[in-house]
Nanobody, 125 residues
Framework: QAQLVESGGGLVQPGGSLRLSCAAS????????IGWFRQAPGKGREGVSC????????YYADSVKGRFTISRDKAKNTVYLQMNSLKPEDTAVYYC??????????????????WGQGTQVTVSS
């Protein structure tokens, strides 16, 4: 099973930026598309973005489109989520997981049992 570790969260003011990292073990990125999810207190898990395994497909939820950018560095076995123009409603714990990634959405995460601790993002003045 893919082993993924999230990092890079923190406290930032509205309008600020953060870059999250999802570090993968072994050759995970050769075999899996990777998605970013978030879960705010009292809310369900939301798929935010994903990047395809080989073909460069990316997807962004409407809530983050134009502000977040996902990228992949296979040499470092890491997927990044650059988050700009952050809003208070972006406050959540962010997780990464292997997914099925399409230009119109992502899926396949419900069977994943390796969810990590996530990384907390807090946007507040």
């Amino acid at each position: 099973q893919a082993q993924l570790v999230e990092s890079g969260g923190g406290l930032v003011q509205p309008g600020g930026s953060l870059r999250l990292s999802c570090a993968a073990s072994g050759n995970t990125l050769d075999y899996y598309s990777i998605g970013w999810f978030r879960q705010a207190p009292g809310k369900g898990r939301e798929g935010v973005s994903c990047i395809g395994r080989n073909d460069g497909i990316t997807y962004y939820a409407d809530s983050v489109k134009g502000r977040f950018t996902i990228s992949r560095d296979k040499a470092k076995n890491t997927v990044y989520l650059q988050m700009n123009s952050l809003k208070p409603e972006d406050t959540a714990v962010y997780y990464c997981a292997p997914v099925l990634c399409f230009p119109t959405g992502l899926g396949g995460d419900k069977g994943y049992a390796g969810w990590g601790q996530g990384t907390q993002v807090t946007v507040s003045s």
